[in-house]
């Protein structure tokens, strides 16, 4: 079973910073990529940043240039650092990891990030 655990999210100020934590159950290496989405109230869930096996990283236009995703293959986990926060960004944060072909997506429990004065 692979569980993905997700820590690092809280409150924090616009234009503060957090940095994002994703646990993996399993060496991530053997994920074909992972990622971060987002899901705010009232809005879909939506692709933040992505990360491949080999390193290649994607991001949606929103977080171009303030946030980064980034992996640690000796820990098992995957980051997500976050600066220039805006309110915009508050959202529930899930990590997530494609295994596998076909790849089957897994998904963490998620952790809240709110971006507030």
């Known amino acids: 079973q692979v569980q993905l655990v997700e820590s690092g999210g809280g409150l924090v100020q616009p234009g503060g910073s957090l940095r994002l934590s994703c646990a993996a159950s399993?060496?991530?290496?053997?994920?074909?990529?992972m990622g971060w989405h987002r899901q705010a109230p009232g809005k879909e869930r939506e692709l933040v940043a992505t990360?491949?096996?080999?390193?290649?990283?994607n991001y949606t236009d929103s977080v171009k240039g303030r946030f980064t995703i980034s992996k640690d293959n000796a820990k098992n986990t995957v980051y997500l650092q976050m600066n220039s926060l805006k309110p915009e960004d508050t959202a529930v944060y899930y990590c997530?990891?494609?295994?596998?072909?076909?790849?089957?997506?897994?998904w963490g429990q998620g952790t809240q990030v709110t971006v507030s004065s």
């Open positions: 990360i491949t096996r080999n390193g290649n990283s």
């Open positions: 399993r060496i991530i290496f053997s994920f074909n990529a």
């Open positions: 997530t990891g494609d295994l596998g072909f076909p790849p089957q997506r897994y």
